[in-house]
Every structure is written in C-alpha cells, then in structure tokens.
C-alpha cells in the first residue's frame, strides 16, 4: 500500500493505540507490508500497561480520543518510564492547540486524519531510520 513494502522495519515494534476499530484496521494494512511487528490496544490505560510490560516498543501512533485516557494523558504517562519510545499523535483535529498539547504532553510528532498512507510512512521512517 503506497509503497510499504519499501519500507524494512522487521526489527520494529509498532504500537497502534486506536479505539475506532476501522482506522485501527487501516493503520495495520498500511503497516503491514513494512515488515515491522504490529500490536494494538483500544484506549489510553491499556496502551500504559502494554508499554510497561513492552518497554522495548519503538514507536506509538497514539490517537488522541480515546476512551477511559486520552491520548495526551496516557502519553505522559508512558513518556514519564520509557521516555525514548517515539510517540505520534494522531487526531481529526487540526488545530494548532491540538499540536501545542501533543508536544506539551510528550509527543514527537503529530498527524492529521484522515491519514495519507505515504505521510504516514514517511513520517515513521524520519523516527525509525
């Protein structure tokens, strides 16, 4: 999909932290053909406590709604023990508060949905490379 498959990430692990099951599928076919290790989690708590047991992630794609923590607080959380972990938010809005409060919180990149598959890329592979 958009030249995934040029992209070799088989060493990587992606965290896809999503509640909407459609995008959550969309992020996977995208990443799959990148060879990169893909697990998925539905809200902010759940991200936390996969992070803490997979401190060795490389990078999240963190949505910023999301049910039970929001995605700018589990962020701070999951910075404030494995501040190396490379986190981009992701959300419909584009404001420019909306990329204040993901930087304030942690967060090492921001995009825009819906997502471009070859932005999408090419953003994580500025962090992966």
Same mark, same amino acid.
């Given at each position: 999909?958009?030249?995934? +498959? +040029?992209? /070799?990430?088989?060493?990587? *692990? ?27 989690? @539905? ?31 589990? @962020? ?6 494995? +501040? ?5 938010? *992701? ?6 508060? %909306? /990329?204040? *409060?993901?930087? %304030?919180?942690?967060? %090492?990149?921001?995009? @825009? ?8 890329? %090419? ?7």
């Amino acid at each position: 999909m958009d030249n995934a +498959s +040029s992209y /070799h990430w088989n060493e990587k *692990q992606i965290l896809v932290v999503e509640d909407d099951e459609s995008s959550a599928f969309l992020l996977g076919e995208i990443l799959r053909e990148t060879g990169a290790t893909v697990n998925y989690r @539905t809200d902010g708590e759940a991200a936390v406590a996969y992070m803490r047991r997979n401190p060795g992630t490389d990078l999240i794609l963190m949505d910023v709604l999301l049910p039970e923590m929001d995605g700018f607080s589990a @962020t701070r959380k999951i910075k404030s023990f494995a +501040s190396n972990v490379i986190i981009i938010a *992701q959300t419909a809005y584009a404001f420019s508060v %909306d /990329h204040e *409060q993901a930087r %304030d919180a942690g967060c %090492d990149g921001f995009l @825009t949905k819906p997502l471009v598959p070859a932005v999408l890329l %090419d953003k994580i592979d500025r962090f992966l490379s």
